[in-house]
């Protein structure tokens, strides 16, 4: 009996020796190959140092099968160099007890402890020559059209250092929430992005300055007749402060009836545009302000509330010594006129009389209660106004007169 637990205990220190020894011998496939950089024509790799190995092998393989040594070193990370631009490769690692420059590069032996499990890795595409314009904007984003770029399956917006969008195609749009009416530079990546690991290889990129945004609509107390050569029928509308609106390429002002019937629609890079043969005719007239978005299109900001104007396109008065006949062509649309009278240029005038459409000439014998006097310049408005459904609306614009009693 005593022999036998004897026996026992002997091949149970044997089993462990044996299970020791298996353990030691028995050495495991290098873990952890992640790709840490990837520009054009290279790829940074690292992975988890194996215990007691002296160098180590990096292979490259382009279909998952034949495998190329590509690099051998004695750390736990390296950079393959001499790759082509936007490609996917796999790869993989083995550890060995030799030094690097023994191991056979051309005729690379098994390790060991086999080769590590492959990974998807990836270049960034090659951006020379790439293209970049605006196609699009709204109050709060951009969209962005590049040049495509071989190996490209990503594309990302920057501005500065931040990310701003991103998208699969070459069409962009901004995904993070932008600064109304403000300009922006904009860098666009072609990237190639590993779809196991999801790892995103950049490089080069394509900008595009002065890439703005859509303004609010502008305000109605911030437009208006900016320029006016009345006896030349030529005009300029616009904004008045741009600080006020924001960053903008140009403006479209239209040109309404009244009632709503569109009769022109302007538009000029800058913040006025020109109207010739203004005179005569009373408009509505709104505008907006617009980006400008690569092939003559443009993106437009919403439409301004309507402003007035109307002018008669002549005026002409007849004085004796106790009074002025004053005369003025239609102006088609108005709903009717008020007539005013000053000795002042800038200030006082007094209404003489306020008519309808169909009334265009009246005597004037007073400026407010005083009468008409001889040697005494008088200056005269003629209001115009019109009617929108149940509202009166009175002309931005009023024709103004001078003339001298003798």
């Known amino acids: 009996m005593k022999k036998s637990v004897k026996f026992l205990v002997a ?33 940074g790799l690292q992975w988890n140092a194996d215990l007691g190995a002296k160098s180590y092998a990096i292979q490259f393989s382009q279909d998952g099968s034949t495998w190329v040594t590509v690099q051998t070193t004695s750390s736990a990370s390296d950079t393959v160099y001499s790759l082509t631009a936007g490609s996917t490769y796999y790869a993989r ?22 080769w590590s499990e492959p990974v998807e890795v990836v270049t960034a595409p090659n951006a020379d020559g790439m293209t970049l314009i605006q196609t699009g904007a709204a109050t709060n984003s951009v969209t962005m059209k590049s040049s495509d770029v071989v190996g490209a399956n990503l594309y990302q917006l920057y501005t500065g250092d931040f990310q701003i969008g991103e998208s699969t195609t070459s069409t962009i749009k901004s995904s993070v929430a932008l600064n109304t009416g403000t300009s922006y530079d904009v860098k666009c ?17 394509a900008s595009k300055w002065g890439v703005k945004t859509l303004t609010n609509k502008v305000d109605s107390s911030n437009f208006g007749f900016t ?106 649309n108005a709903s009717g006129y008020k007539v ?14 306020s008519t309808k459409a169909k009334t265009t000439a009246l005597t004037i014998k007073k400026c407010g209660k005083s009468k008409i006097k001889k040697h005494k310049t008088y200056y005269i408005r003629i209001l115009a106004s019109t009617k929108s459904g149940k509202k009166t609306y009175k002309s931005d614009l009023i024709n103004t007169y001078e003339f001298y009693i003798y």
């Open 11 to 43: 091949t149970v220190a044997l089993t462990a020796g044996m299970l020791v020894f298996s353990k030691a011998d028995s050495k495991a496939a290098v873990t952890g190959v992640t790709q840490t950089e990837g520009d054009n024509s290279s790829i």
């Open 189 to 205: 990546y072609p990237c190639r992005k590993a779809e196991t690991t999801g790892f995103i290889a950049k490089s080069g990129y």
């Open 340 to 353: 005013m009278i000053s000795t002042s240029k800038e200030s006082g005038f007094k209404t003489v009389k």
């Open 93 to 114: 690692v083995g550890s060995f007890s030799t030094y690097s420059w023994k191991i056979d590069k051309t005729n690379t032996p098994t390790p060991a402890s086999g």
């Open 227 to 332: 320029n006016i050569w009345y006896n030349l029928n030529d005009y300029k509308i616009g904004i008045y402060a741009d600080s006020a609106v924001g960053a903008y390429d140009g403006v479209q002002v239209q040109l309404q009836t009244p009632a709503g019937k569109n009769k022109r629609t302007c538009s000029n890079a800058g913040n006025t545009v020109e109207i010739t043969n203004f005179n005569g005719t009373f408009y509505r007239y709104r505008i907006r302000t617009y980006v400008s978005c690569g092939n003559n299109k443009k993106a437009y900001s919403a439409w301004s509330s309507y402003r007035y104007a109307g002018l008669s396109s002549k005026i002409s008065a007849k004085a004796n010594k106790k009074s002025v006949k004053l005369s003025w062509s239609k102006v088609k």
